[in-house]
């Protein structure tokens, strides 16, 4: 089993970035495929981004595809978010998870078993 926190959210203006982490304590975090999530009021979890066990497949939602970018560090066992060229459209909460069943990571949050309590990110106009 894995536990996930996420850190760096926060208030930004349009055209700012921010780096989000999910550190994840627990045993074999490099077994574990892991995506991001995030969730604006009033809206369902959408996907964001997601990274396999070792980092060599990665996946973007259209919407933040050239913007943002995924890695890890297993030896840290943290993944990061770079998220550039922010959008007031990019405000949420986002959630990391983790997966260690499926062959290459989801992009539904069904499919993630383990989930952190999520990071507030606010970009301005």
């Known amino acids: 089993q894995v536990q996930l926190v996420e850190s760096g959210g926060g208030l930004v203006q349009a055209g700012g970035s921010l780096r989000l982490s999910c550190a994840a304590s627990?045993?074999?975090?490099?077994?574990?495929?892991v995506g991001w999530f995030r969730q604006a009021p009033g809206k369902e979890r959408e996907f964001v981004s997601a990274?396999?066990?070792?980092?060599?497949?990665?996946k973007y939602a259209d919407s933040v595809k050239g913007r943002f970018t995924i890695s890890r560090d297993n030896a840290k066992s943290t993944v990061y978010l770079q998220m550039n060229s922010l959008k007031p459209e990019d405000t949420a909460v986002y959630y990391c998870?983790?997966?260690?069943?499926?062959?290459?990571?989801?992009?539904?949050?069904?499919?993630?078993?383990?989930w952190g309590q999520g990071t507030q990110v606010t970009v301005s106009s």
């Open positions: 998870a983790g997966d260690r069943y499926l062959s290459v990571p989801a992009t539904s949050s069904y499919l993630y078993d383990y």
């Open positions: 627990g045993r074999s975090f490099s077994s574990y495929h």
């Open positions: 990274i396999s066990r070792g980092g060599d497949n990665t």
